[in-house]
Structures are given as structure tokens and as C-alpha cells.
């Protein structure tokens, strides 16, 4: 097996080939980086040593018995070979003319495996307790990164239509630290990550214990990674083969803490909807009343 186009072998060839002249320490990081691809290619020498119970060290000289410089070479193999699995347009090519099955029929079909999936891993005491954390905060801070970032906005403007106080970050470096500045104790922080580890949790998690704020992770895989520091997790399955949206499982969880939050307080979602559906007939009033201002007038004969 190689790379299209090259000489090299791919990486699961690679570490295949490779195991037996391994230490245990090393065919254990090895085996974590064959099957669990797509959460090693942002991770840190130290978050892959804490996904498989080993070391800093211990990482580094796996990717060096592999053949690479480093962990950051190994990291772009790595990269590519996850990029050449999960195009969605290569594997509707591998695939098509084996069943017969059109391209809207796998979408559709994948979408209704991935939301069976979810439900499946629904724990209903967990899931209350992700309610009772929506329901009891001051305010939502909801954060995301990339396609994430935009469910972030999702449900923090929905909770704004509920009456909630809420707001959405999906900022990364200095912009960052400016969203997280007015966190507070009785905060809650909803973090949508699929399954990359990222610096910038990190630093949110840190941040939300400093100041005692509670977490509901919202994860594709990390939820035993991060339960230690986290109030209540969910599980969103992330898509195989890239044939639906990453954000499928999580969107749909979403819409079902919202509508469990709404029934928790009526009163209140129905009187920030009237108020909502008032000021929006305000706005086109005003806007019709503008439009007939602005038209120009005939002139006399």
C-alpha cells in the first residue's frame, strides 16, 4: 500500500510493517495513531501519551521508529493519509456501481445510521443533567472552532430567542482571551468538539475551573479524554465518510436540549417569542414606512 503517486508507504502500512520490531510502550501509540487517525493529527505529544496511558518520550520515538524526523512529520503523514480516506468524492467513486445506490440515497442513508447512533448513546440521566445545567446558568458561553464555531452561534441564538442569556465564541488566539474575560462562576460553557484535540480547549477548560464556571462537552470521541474536567458530555458520532455534515449528530442534540429547556420555563420562551415577533413587526412597519418616504413623487402636469 502507497501513496498514490509515491514511494512511501501509507501510514497504517507503515505501522503495520513496523509493530513487530516495537516495544510494547510504542506498538500501543502505533495502533492509537492506525485507529484513532483523526484525533492524533492535532495532538501533542502529551494529550497522545494521555489517550493511551504512556509518555511524552515514548510518542516521539514511535514516530521515530516509524521512520519520520518527528511528531510533526508524522503528524502531516498523518494528515494526508486521513484526507485521502475520508474524501467524500473518492469514496462515492471506490463505491459507486456496487449496489446500484445513488449518491442522495447513501447521504440520506448515512445521515438516518449516524442519528440512530446518537440515540442509541443517549443516557437519559446524562442528558437531564445537560439540561439542568442550560436551565441554572446566568448565562452560555457556547464555543466552537471551524464548522463548530457556526452550531455555536446556532445555540446561542436560539437560547437568545428562548429568553436565556447566551452568547457564541469561535475565536482563536488573542480574540480569544477577550471572550473568555467575562466568564463567571455561575456560567455555563458549551463546547462542540468533534474529536480534535486543539490548544484552544485547553485554554477554555482551564479557564471555566479557574473561575468555577461548569462545562457540557458536546463530543464525537472525547469524552473519556476530558470527563474528569467537564459537568456532563454527550455523545454526537462523527460521519465516516464525510457523506454529512460533521455537525449532523450535535445540531439534532442540540434542537433536543433546546425544546427539553422550553418546556422547563413556558412562560418564559413564550413571552421572549411574542417580544421577538413584536419588534420584528416593528422593523418592517418602519421599513415599509421608509420604502414610501423614499419613492419619488410625480410631478404635476
Given at each position: 500500500?502507497?501513496?498514490?503517486?509515491?514511494?512511501e508507504p501509507?501510514?497504517?502500512?507503515?505501522i503495520?510493517r513496523?509493530?513487530?520490531?516495537?516495544?510494547?510502550?510504542?506498538?500501543?501509540?502505533?495502533?492509537?495513531?492506525?485507529d484513532?487517525?483523526?484525533h492524533?493529527?492535532f495532538?501533542?505529544?502529551?494529550q497522545?501519551?494521555?489517550?493511551?496511558?504512556?509518555?511524552d518520550?515514548?510518542v516521539?520515538?514511535?514516530a521515530?521508529?516509524?521512520?519520520?524526523?518527528?511528531?510533526?512529520?508524522?503528524?502531516?503523514?498523518?494528515?494526508?493519509?486521513?484526507?485521502?480516506?475520508t474524501?467524500?468524492?473518492?469514496?462515492?467513486?471506490?463505491?459507486?456501481?456496487?449496489?446500484?445506490?445513488?449518491?442522495?440515497?447513501?447521504?440520506f442513508?448515512?445521515a438516518?445510521e449516524?442519528?440512530?447512533?446518537?440515540?442509541r448513546?443517549?443516557?437519559?440521566?446524562?442528558?437531564?443533567?445537560?439540561?439542568?445545567?442550560?436551565?441554572?446558568a446566568?448565562?452560555?458561553?457556547?464555543?466552537?472552532?471551524?464548522?463548530?464555531?457556526?452550531?455555536?452561534?446556532?445555540?446561542?441564538?436560539?437560547?437568545?430567542?428562548m429568553?436565556r442569556?447566551?452568547?457564541a465564541?469561535w475565536?482563536?488566539?488573542f480574540?480569544l482571551a477577550?471572550?473568555?474575560?467575562?466568564?463567571?462562576?455561575?456560567?455555563?460553557?458549551?463546547?462542540?468538539?468533534p474529536?480534535?484535540?486543539l490548544?484552544?480547549i485547553?485554554?477554555?477548560?482551564?479557564?471555566?475551573?479557574?473561575?468555577?464556571?461548569?462545562?457540557?462537552l458536546?463530543?464525537s470521541?472525547?469524552?473519556?479524554?476530558f470527563?474528569?474536567?467537564?459537568?456532563?458530555?454527550?455523545?454526537?458520532?462523527?460521519?465516516?465518510?464525510?457523506?454529512?455534515?460533521?455537525?449532523?449528530?450535535?445540531?439534532?442534540?442540540?434542537?433536543?436540549?433546546?425544546?427539553?429547556?422550553?418546556?422547563?420555563?413556558e412562560?418564559?420562551?413564550?413571552?421572549?417569542?411574542?417580544?421577538?415577533?413584536s419588534?420584528?413587526?416593528?422593523l418592517?412597519?418602519?421599513?415599509?414606512?421608509?420604502s414610501?418616504s423614499?419613492r419619488?413623487r410625480k410631478?404635476?402636469?
Open positions: 500500500m502507497t501513496e498514490p503517486g509515491g514511494d501509507a501510514l497504517g502500512a507503515r503495520n513496523n509493530l513487530a520490531g516495537m516495544s510494547r510502550a510504542e506498538r500501543i501509540v502505533a495502533e492509537y495513531l492506525r484513532h487517525g483523526r492524533a493529527i495532538a501533542t505529544a502529551e497522545i501519551a494521555g489517550a493511551t496511558k504512556t509518555s518520550a515514548t516521539v520515538r514511535t521515530k521508529s516509524l521512520g519520520f524526523g518527528g511528531l510533526q512529520e508524522m503528524r502531516r503523514a498523518l494528515a494526508a493519509e486521513v484526507v485521502r480516506e474524501n467524500p468524492v473518492r469514496q462515492v467513486h471506490d463505491t459507486e456501481g456496487r449496489d446500484g445506490e445513488s449518491v442522495v440515497a447513501r447521504v442513508t448515512e438516518a449516524r442519528l440512530a447512533a446518537t440515540w448513546l443517549v443516557d437519559e440521566t446524562e442528558f437531564a443533567a445537560a439540561v439542568d445545567l442550560l436551565d441554572e446566568r448565562e452560555v458561553l457556547a464555543f466552537g472552532l471551524g464548522g463548530s464555531g457556526l452550531l455555536a452561534r446556532y445555540l446561542a441564538l436560539r437560547l437568545t430567542r429568553g442569556r447566551a452568547r465564541s475565536a482563536t488566539g480574540q477577550d471572550d473568555l474575560l467575562g466568564l463567571r462562576a455561575d456560567d455555563l460553557v458549551v463546547l462542540y468538539v474529536s480534535r484535540l490548544a484552544e485547553e485554554v477554555v477548560l482551564d479557564h471555566a475551573e479557574k473561575v468555577g464556571a461548569r462545562v457540557l458536546i463530543s470521541s472525547l469524552q473519556a479524554q470527563a474528569e474536567r467537564v459537568d456532563a458530555t454527550l455523545a454526537a458520532p462523527q460521519s465516516m465518510t464525510n457523506f454529512t455534515s460533521e455537525m449532523l449528530s450535535a445540531e439534532v442534540l442540540s434542537d433536543a436540549l433546546l425544546l427539553q429547556l422550553a418546556s422547563r420555563d412562560a418564559r420562551s413564550t413571552a421572549a417569542s411574542e417580544t421577538l415577533t419588534l420584528r413587526s416593528e418592517v412597519q418602519r421599513d415599509e414606512r421608509s414610501v423614499r419619488p410631478r404635476r402636469s
